[in-house]
């Protein structure tokens, strides 16, 4: 197990187009972490995972916005209806106990929505 | 919206110290200080954290000041790896919600 992993590591889509992102968090992790980032600014929180149960959302997330992590291992988050608003890296982590300390980031996943 | 103020770059000398500063004039007494850097097209990673006392690891130590509204993460002697953008939070332990601003971009010059 090397980390935090995701994929696809680059996605350019059509507005409109719905896209799925897939996150794979270190083994035996049980929170996982979906964050976003725009160009020029620090990641903004999207929501969190403990085991399967998804336990936090950010008012980001809207309604064409949903995650899943069935079964607590891997996790995916959904887009519906792209905007290009939507054009971020999407950003997943792992940690086994507490963020802030413990937490591991993949190397995201660039959407770009034309 | 981030609780801290960083200035938005610095520059530093290979081999010197990087001294990179943080307000945060509004924390709580449950708060502690993060420092977290992220490395160009890489996620976030963790640094080093402290409550009110100094800390150090083998990355960097943190320096807060005593009333607690402001402190200094210093890399002793920096390299060109750690050309990165560095981010200042202040969240409670448990916090899952991290708040990252816009951070410091520092640029380690040979």
């Not at chain 1, 929170?31 to 149960?53: H, I, S």
């Not at chain 1, 916005?65 to 519906?80: C, D, N, Y």
């Not at chain 2, 509204?69 to 060109?80: F, G």
Request: net charge neutral; proline share 4%; hydrophobic share 30%.
């Amino acid at each position: 197990d090397t980390g935090v992993s995701q994929n696809p590591r680059h996605k350019i889509t059509k507005r409109g187009q719905n896209v799925t992102f897939r996150c794979d968090p270190i083994s035996e992790h049980n929170r996982l972490y979906w964050y976003r980032q725009t160009l020029g600014q620090g990641p903004e929180f999207l929501t969190y995972f403990q085991n399967e149960a998804q336990l936090e959302k950010s008012r980001l997330l809207s309604d064409r916005f949903s995650a899943e992590r069935p079964k607590g291992s891997f996790s995916t988050l959904e887009i519906q209806r792209t905007e290009q608003g939507d054009s971020a890296m999407y950003l997943c982590a792992s940690s086994g106990d507490l963020f802030n300390t413990e937490a591991f980031f993949g190397q995201g996943t660039r959407l770009t929505v034309v | 919206d981030a609780k801290t103020t960083q200035p938005p770059s610095m520059d530093c000398a290979e081999g010197r110290a990087a001294n990179l500063p943080c307000n945060h004039s509004t924390i709580s007494g449950n708060e502690y200080v993060y420092w977290y850097r992220q490395i160009h097209s890489q996620g976030p990673q963790y640094i080093i954290h402290g409550l009110k006392n100094n800390e150090t690891n083998e990355m960097a130590s943190l320096i807060i000041t005593e009333d607690r509204k402001s402190s200094t993460l210093i890399l002793p002697h920096a390299t060109l790896r750690d050309t990165a953008v560095y981010y200042c939070i202040v969240s409670a332990l448990n916090n899952n919600d991290m708040r990252f601003g816009a951070g410091t971009r520092l640029t380690v010059k040979p």
